[in-house]
């Protein structure tokens, strides 16, 4: 190839023509240009007039070297000129490349596959067959899939990494021919790898192409202590370096984020980083997955299954039957301190055995049916956890006297005792630290935990290794017995406050969270997997995102068990009934490995210099030159007047300036919003409606404009679709019954504006037929908008409302129609009256709503000479109706705009009395 | 385009802008406007014009004798002196005149539309217009303003027109609307014929802003609106200087022609308000009445 620096050329020998440029010149030179032909009264006057110099035809210089340039640029570019042409390998033959295609290649997937696109380049250079594929997704089926290169080059996009490491490659490539081969690794050794090279080597020459590169794998976190252990093995182990570990669930909204992160530190040499995440129990139920951050990559997601799941809590108490006094209720402490972590079941025994709790807990209940009994008996040997709360039923009843019941871990002396009470000796009780090898180990006891009754244990030769918690002397408090897989424990006062200050304590719910997070449901093990069929739910692809699975084939519970990752058990998360595992593409040991290659081998890198046809560059550039000359030529030759003028400078400007007109509007829009106080109304698509609205809504304007320091600007439609909301702090939402319902974004945009202080007024302009929430159809399309809305509890505007007194006393809230029914945001129940005021925080004290249908825009309208555009009632009764609807939007409009100041104002006499002082 | 109807409206458009001569008016509305056209002098007429005292010529029953009961000389009501006078209007109708560049209007519909409106105030103001030659000569009413607007609408096939000097009243008046691009020795020639028989008016040249102008460049091949005349140059602008020259040297020509035999020389450009030219015209045939 013909080089020039770094510029090499296809077909040099067309640069001869570059010689022709000097006679094109000259030719060019000497032509004239075409005259033009012109109609023009004042030709008599011309009439003998000449032309002053000989040379005037000639074209100017300037435009001269304009066309020999897009010349030379056409030639330059047919002669093919290429930046950095690629030396071409010497190969002959067939050629197969191979990319490892695994999970691990898939954050610089891109430059693979860039480097196998100039591989082929390469290839079709010398004319070979290739055939490209990936080990992770061989076609089994057939042979290996020659073809040209170039037909390959469109096909590289659909190659993708997989989520798994390549299951048995290497007899496929056996008797297929000789053929060289080019190795794309990722730089991971997987188990089988040596026997590909073997085969490989056995076909022909080898080269492998890697760059060292780290890779991280998050290894399924684990549950210790209470605490979250996240861990990640690297590769190559090298200097210390840091990521970070983020954990992803669901918020009580429902909407996915980041829960917590924890930096995860490599020390220098050490290939396994961990570190602990400490969360409150109710963060940690919600995680779902844990991601290495950063890092495009399946293995750089851990998915949480059943062992991050709420467990489910099932609470039966002795005595349904008393009536009132809730703190004396035996459930009331066990809810109060298991809501937040645990889903709790109700019911009697029967129904809550057949949803199989994780935890069954039987406060002060003494008597069970034999099936009953029985039932629990096989619960607990399946794994479940009893716990069992002592009390006045326990006490006097018989079980567990003679011999030990199979549901309580030990014998019980009769009666019990007291300690510390009117009619006993002694002290109240104090708890005993609690022993190393119990689960309770590590915890405070606070010095007010006392206990004044319990149930005493009989003494036993294996009492001693049953009781995990006792009192200060030496009488057990807590006792645990294992009954197959599961376990039974006993509290040996009652969970209420009635024997002892224990359930009022923090040490409670400690201790509840101990006993419930020690019987976390373990992993199904093989024999259970057997014969079950597991539906893929979320599958991960190599970057790391999740898919729906649902509509794959279910997964065989043995192919689960083995946990081999591949085609048949793609890493996610499957589901049986409603028991969930997840498939992660590292386990707990895996190790990453990196992949090392015998001396024999040639491992280039993955860097290429590409190379860059200019050609298309040259003749665009040849195209824009010979523009520049039209536009040119038409200038020196006179014709570019008038319009022509016109659409020259539009076209050279388009070259230059993209129009940006949506961006201006938008802008304006912004500006005209905020530069004042603005009213703004949704606009509904009915014109009369819209244009009703913005009558009223200026009526309100002029209104707040003479009464009061409000002087808004002329009040705006609101596209609520493609317009910002922020500006306005007040939307006038008039409901027609046929208006469509927003759209996704737009429902965002309305929640994010409730939630960030703006209010809407809601106005079905129906109540002269209907009464609120009666089912007209302007009801039901509100009903129909609002559901996806952010509304909170509503309540009738109650009389001590602080919109009942932010500029005007108002009793009524009366438009067109003079109908009661107007709601707004509902005070909290825990609402303080201060002066007979809800006093709240929430949103600044706006309700983000107000709901009615008293069509208050027709009775605010105006004409455009300031008259009212409708009539309101009859006479001056009718005014004055009208005039209270005015006073409403003022009083709305102060309210949107004073926040809780107005409600505070109430509290003025008392500054002001208390100042006096 | 130009039909009797459309120019004829267009006239009256134009002439209302005008609500006869209001822009100007208020020194000018009770002489100029209103009525036969009071002469500002005594005369003979209807309207009072002043009291004087009687000489010796006057003739005993011309004595106002209730004016003179006041007083103990004697005194004559003079009238103002009022007539009508004769114009005679002239518009190039050749081809030379269709010329427009731009969006503005044709020279030939302007200078039509300029003769109309001002045929329209002056036939409200009671004089007697009509046009050169002897197809219309000189009437009142709204009948003439229509068969002048039926024959102004006819075009010539020449590239220019010469004003035709026949039927030129003695001591009436005249107006030429041409563009004066062609041959002057038609206009010397009707214009000398005027000047003898005691005829003043006003010539008005109507040019194109293109032909003040003479925004051209390159290599051109100019040609007359018949096509019967062209010019090739190749570097049109460098033609512009001597052309403009040459339009200063015509235009010049025509104002001493203008001078010497009394009459009103102006030029307008179509790029112009039409009510400019029109106020000029009025003003041009006023005051040396």
């Known amino acids: 190839m013909f080089m020039i620096g770094p510029i090499g050329f296809v077909a040099p020998m067309l640069l001869l023509g570059l010689i022709a440029l000097p006679i094109l010149w000259i030719l060019l030179r000497a032509v004239p240009p075409a005259p033009v032909r012109r109609r023009f009264p004042g030709v008599a006057l011309l009439l003998g007039l000449t032309d002053d110099e000989s040379q005037s035809d000639r074209t100017p210089w300037w435009l001269l070297l304009l066309r020999l340039l897009a010349i030379a640029a056409v030639i330059i570019g047919f002669a093919g000129p290429t930046l950095n042409p690629q030396q071409a390998r010497d190969g002959r033959g067939d050629l197969v490349i191979a990319l490892d295609g695994t999970w691990a290649g898939a954050p610089d997937w891109q430059a693979k596959i860039d480097r196998v696109s100039a591989l082929l380049t390469e290839a079709a250079a010398s004319e070979r067959r290739v055939a490209v594929v990936t080990l992770t997704g061989l076609p089994l089926a057939e042979p290996l899939p020659f073809a040209a290169p170039n037909a390959w080059q469109e096909r590289l996009a659909n190659l993708q990494p997989q989520p798994w490491q390549p299951v048995a490659a290497a007899p496929y490539f056996v008797d297929q ?17 040596d026997d590909l090279l073997a085969a490989f080597e056995a076909a022909g020459n080898v080269t492998v192409f890697q760059t060292p590169r780290q890779v991280t794998g998050l290894r399924p976190a684990r549950f210790e202590d209470g605490e979250v252990r ?7 182990v090298g200097a210390p370096s840091e990521t970070t570990v983020t954990a992803i669930g669901l918020d009580p909204a429902g909407v996915e984020r980041a829960l917590a992160t924890v930096p995860l530190m490599f020390e220098a040499g050490q290939q396994v980083a961990e570190a602990t995440l400490d969360l409150p129990p109710e963060l940690r139920n919600r995680i779902t997955r844990f991601e290495l951050t950063g890092t495009r990559s399946a293995a750089a997601v851990s998915l949480g299954d059943d062992a991050l799941r709420r467990r489910e809590v099932a609470l039966i108490a002795g005595r349904d039957d008393r009536e009132g006094l809730e703190l004396l209720s035996q459930l009331f402490y066990l809810r109060e301190a298991l ?18 709790p994780d935890v069954i807990i039987l406060a002060d209940v003494a008597i069970l049916t034999d099936i009953e009994a029985q039932g629990i008996a096989d619960w607990v040997d399946q794994g479940g956890l009893l716990l069992r709360f002592a009390g006045p039923r326990l006490a006097a009843s018989d079980v567990g006297r003679r011999a030990e019941d199979p549901l309580l871990p030990v014998r019980l002396r009769e009666g019990g005792r007291s300690v510390g ?10 708890l005993a630290p609690f022993a190393p090898d119990t689960p309770f180990f590590g915890l405070t006891i606070p010095d007010d935990v006392t206990v004044t009754s319990q149930v005493m244990a009989q003494p036993d030769p294996t009492l001693a290794d049953r009781v995990i918690a006792q009192l200060a002397d030496g009488t057990p408090l807590v006792t645990r017995k294992f009954s197959g897989d599961g376990q039974v424990v006993l509290v040996h006062v009652t969970a209420n406050a009635e024997w002892s200050s224990l359930p009022l304590s923090g040490l409670f719910v400690q201790m509840l969270e101990r006993l419930a997070v020690s019987t976390r449901p373990a992993t199904p093990d093989a024999t259970e997997l057997e014969g079950t069929t597991w539906q893929p739910q979320e599958l991960l692809d190599a970057y790391g995102r999740l898919q729906d699975g649902r509509d794959l084939a279910g997964v065989a519970g043995e192919v689960l068990a083995a946990g081999m990752t591949g085609p048949q058990l793609q890493p996610g998360l499957y589901a049986e009934r409603d028991r969930q595992i997840a498939v992660n593409v590292i386990g707990p040991d895996t190790v990453l490995t990196a992949a090392q290659w015998p001396a024999r ?3 280039e890198g993955m860097d290429v210099l590409r190379a860059t046809a200019l050609k298309g560059w040259l003749l665009t550039a040849a195209l824009a030159l010979l523009l520049v000359d039209l536009i040119a030529s038409m200038a020196v030759g006179g014709r570019l007047r008038g319009p022509r003028a016109d659409v020259a400078a539009a076209v050279l400007l388009a070259f230059f300036i993209a129009p940006d007109a949506q961006a201006q ?3 304006d829009f912004a500006i005209q919003a905020t530069s004042e106080v603005v009213l703004a109304h949704v606009l509904t698509g009915d014109p009369e409606v819209d244009e009703v609205t913005a009558a009223g809504l200026l009526g309100l304007s002029q209104t707040l404009f003479r009464r009061t320091s409000i002087e808004p600007a002329a009040p705006m439609g609101v596209n609520i679709e493609t317009d910002e909301l922020a500006f306005f702090p007040f939307l006038y939402w008039p409901i027609t019954a046929d208006q469509p319902l927003p759209s996704r974004e737009a429902y965002g945009k309305l929640n994010r504006y409730l939630r960030s202080g703006g209010m809407i007024l809601f106005d079905t302009r129906d109540a002269d037929t209907a009464r609120f929430g009666s089912g007209s159809p302007e009801g039901a399309r509100l009903q129909a908008i609002a559901r996806s809305l952010d509304i909170p509890p509503l309540e009738p505007i109650p009389a001590d409302h602080v919109l009942t007194r932010t500029f005007y006393l108002l009793q009524d809230f009366p438009g067109r129609h003079a109908s009661r029914d107007v709601w707004v945001e509902a005070a909290p129940v825990d609402a303080v009256q201060i002066e007979g005021v809800p006093f709240r925080n929430l949103n600044d004290g706006v309700t983000p709503v107000v709901i009615g249908g008293n069509d208050w825009a027709r009775a605010w309208a105006v004409t455009s000479n300031g008259g009212p555009m409708f009539p309101v009632g009859r006479g001056t009764a009718g005014e004055r109706q009208r005039e209270i609807a005015l006073r409403f939007g003022v009083n709305l409009i102060m309210h949107v705009l004073t926040g809780n100041y107005k409600s505070d104002q109430v509290h003025v006499p008392d500054l002001l009395d208390r100042l006096g002082q | 385009m130009t039909t009797p109807l459309t120019l004829r409206s267009q006239a009256e458009t134009l002439a209302a802008h005008l609500p006869p001569l209001l822009a100007e008016a208020e020194h000018l509305a009770s002489t100029v406007l209103l009525g036969e056209h009071g002469r500002r002098r005594a005369g003979t007429g209807d309207t009072f014009w002043q009291y004087r005292p009687a000489q010796n010529h006057d003739a005993a029953r011309s004595i106002d004798w209730r004016r003179s009961a006041r007083s103990d000389a004697r005194f004559v009501q003079d009238k103002e002196w009022q007539i009508a006078q004769s114009i005679i209007l002239w518009v190039d109708q050749g081809a030379s005149m269709g010329f427009a560049s731009d969006d503005h209007a044709t020279k030939g519909d302007r200078a039509r539309t300029l003769a109309m ?8 103001g009671g004089e007697r217009v009509g046009l050169t030659g002897l197809r219309l000569p000189p009437r009142r009413g709204s009948l003439q303003l229509q068969q002048m607007a039926q024959i102004l609408s006819e075009n010539a096939t020449t590239d220019h027109g010469s004003p035709d000097a026949t039927g030129m009243l003695p001591h009436s008046r005249a107006l030429f609307v041409s563009d004066f691009l062609g041959n002057i020795d038609g206009v010397r020639d009707a214009l000398h014929r005027a000047a003898d028989r005691g005829v003043k008016g006003a010539l008005l040249q109507v040019l194109d802003p293109q032909e003040e102008a003479f925004p051209f460049d390159g290599r051109t091949i100019f040609q007359s609106m018949t096509g019967s005349v062209q010019h090739e140059t190749l570097r049109a602008r460098d033609l512009k200087s001597r052309y403009l020259d040459r339009l200063a040297a015509r235009k010049d020509e025509l104002a001493q022609l203008a001078r010497l035999t009394g009459w009103q020389f102006h030029t307008h450009l179509t790029g112009q308000s039409a009510t400019q030219a029109l106020l000029w015209l009025y003003g041009a045939l006023e005051r040396r009445r």
């Open chain 1, 421 to 430: 009470g009117a009619m006993s000796w002694g002290e109240p009780k104090a």
């Open chain 1, 601 to 603: 081998i040639a491992v």
């Open chain 1, 339 to 356: 809501e937040p972590t645990a889903d709790l079941i109700d019911g009697n025994l029967e129904d809550v055995l057949l949803a199989n």
């Open chain 2, 117 to 124: 409106a001002l045929a329209v105030l002056l036939i409200r």
């Open chain 1, 177 to 193: 021919g000789d053929f060289e081969t080019y190795w794309i690794s990722d730089g991971l050794d997987y188990p089988g790898r």
């Open chain 1, 230 to 236: 996240v861990s990640a093995a690297r590769t190559p």
């Open chain 1, 665 to 667: 509007a938008t802008e």
